[in-house]
């Protein structure tokens, strides 16, 4: 089994704990369910007992190679895993991040996909969305088309408010720049109410797909990425209504790229704890309040790469799925 030890938030004199990662051989697989082609995200609804695996689809070019679709699997009463539905989106539909409001029961799936635009066919982002209950497609919304690849989307069920983020270029003020743009969609009318950019600044994690959360406790937004790009990596907190900047925190390199790319952001919305996973193995740990680095956490001394990071707020637990281990490494938070 592989461990790891943590320190107490970095505080001097504080005992040392084990972090264990678990693999099929400590915690026996429940259930093997097929999903679509290239499976890519993940999101659970607790109060319904489904799962959505949103499936890239074919392989090749975002939004040229089609084949996009949302796996639906349902957790029985009798703890078996089957697959309820299967969602296709449609044309040349490729499906990317997906996270869902257990609120309302709606899902949203970011993805790309050839549009008409005002020059003939274009690829552009979309967000479409689901009806948890029929599993079924409600709409697509084309943020703004033609629009950039829109790679992610983070939910705040408080405000049913909807991030989706995505790399783009162009004029700012007349200056041809790189820049990220995030744009705030409203779950009840299903229509954009702002859009945020940080001018100059790119996506990280392998060709500029998103790592992007938030926390509904505070109305933060925190995503990552490089300023300038290709350049030192960054973690951004804005204001989820207004999309200011709260806080631009340059993380610290542990080597060249690509393995010091950001490669995924958990937020414990009661702790406001923030973890971010970066390729050499490392997990920065940041406070939500005052922005500071509190610990820093070894995961093992393999090869790479941590790929996501979530958090379970009720138990303090942080998971991250390390990729070419195979494996999730589970750590006690403080």
Request: aromatic share 8%.
């Amino acid at each position: 089994m592989e461990t790891v030890t943590e320190n107490h938030y970095g505080c001097s004199g504080c005992s040392a704990r084990r972090v264990d990662a678990f693999n099929p051989n400590d915690h026996p697989t429940l259930a093997t369910v097929p999903v679509g082609s290239n499976p890519f995200d993940v999101a659970v609804n607790s109060l319904t007992h489904k799962a959505y695996v949103s499936n890239f689809g074919n392989s090749g070019g975002c939004g040229f190679s089609g084949g996009g679709s949302v796996t639906v699997i349902l957790n029985q009463r009798d703890h078996s895993f089957t697959v309820k539905a299967t969602i296709t989106l449609g044309g040349t539909a490729n499906a990317l991040g997906i996270d869902l409001n257990p609120a309302t029961n709606r899902v949203y799936v970011a993805n790309c996909r050839q549009i008409q635009g005002t020059v003939g066919t274009v690829v552009s982002g979309a967000v479409t969305v689901i009806n948890g209950t029929s599993d079924t497609i409600i709409t697509t919304i084309i943020p703004c088309p033609p629009c950039i690849d829109l790679n992610d989307i983070a939910v705040d069920p408080v405000t049913n408010t909807i991030y989706a983020i995505g790399n783009a270029q162009g004029s700012i003020n007349g200056v041809f720049t790189n820049y990220i743009e995030i744009f705030a969609i409203d779950g009840s009318t299903n229509m954009v109410a702002h859009n945020f950019i940080i001018a100059g600044a790119c996506l990280t994690n392998g060709g500029g797909f998103a790592n992007i959360a938030d926390n509904p406790a505070t109305n933060t937004v925190w995503l990552d990425g490089t300023q300038p790009c290709g350049g030192s990596s960054y973690l951004w907190a804005l204001n989820g209504s207004t999309g200011t900047v709260k806080a631009a925190i340059q993380v610290p390199s542990t080597c060249s790229f690509p393995c010091d790319q950001l490669r995924g952001i958990g937020v414990n919305s009661i702790s406001n704890i923030i973890y971010v996973a970066d390729g050499n193995d490392f997990v920065w740990v940041y406070s939500g309040s005052t922005y500071g680095l509190v610990n820093t956490l070894v995961l093992t001394t393999a090869t790479c790469c941590p790929e996501d990071v979530t958090i379970d707020p009720a138990t303090n637990r942080i998971y991250v799925s390390e990729d070419l281990l195979n494996e999730v490494t589970v750590i006690a938070g403080a």
